[in-house]
């Protein structure tokens, strides 16, 4: 991928998001340490999914009522080609 494409999609990206402060910490709540971080962006921004590859590291985020999906389950459910 050029990186123009990438450089315009993280453009894109960065107009649309919004800034979230945490104000807790769930820790320790997943089996990496280096994951917690997601889970506790995920829960500040609210209704929004986790989305990775490694959704097994994840499980624990539905007892928040944080769904865990893949990219090609977003890309599914989004509809896109």
């Given at each position: 991928?050029?990186?123009?494409?990438?450089?315009?999609?993280?453009?894109?990206?960065?107009?649309?998001?919004?800034?979230?402060?945490?104000?807790f910490r769930f820790?320790?709540?997943?089996?990496?340490?280096?994951?917690?971080f997601v889970l506790?962006?995920?829960?500040?921004?609210?209704?929004?999914?986790?989305?990775?590859?490694?959704?097994?590291?994840?499980?624990?985020?539905?007892?928040?009522g944080i769904r865990?999906?893949?990219?090609?389950?977003?890309?599914?459910?989004?509809?896109?080609?």
């Amino acid at each position: 991928m050029p990186l123009a494409a990438i450089s315009a999609f993280l453009d894109a990206f960065l107009s649309v998001a919004e800034p979230r402060e945490t104000h807790f910490r769930f820790r320790p709540w997943l089996a990496d340490p280096g994951d917690e971080f997601v889970l506790e962006i995920a829960f500040a921004a609210g209704n929004v999914p986790i989305v990775t590859h490694n959704s097994s590291d994840f499980v624990p985020a539905a007892r928040l009522g944080i769904r865990v999906m893949t990219p090609s389950q977003l890309v599914e459910e989004l509809n896109l080609p």
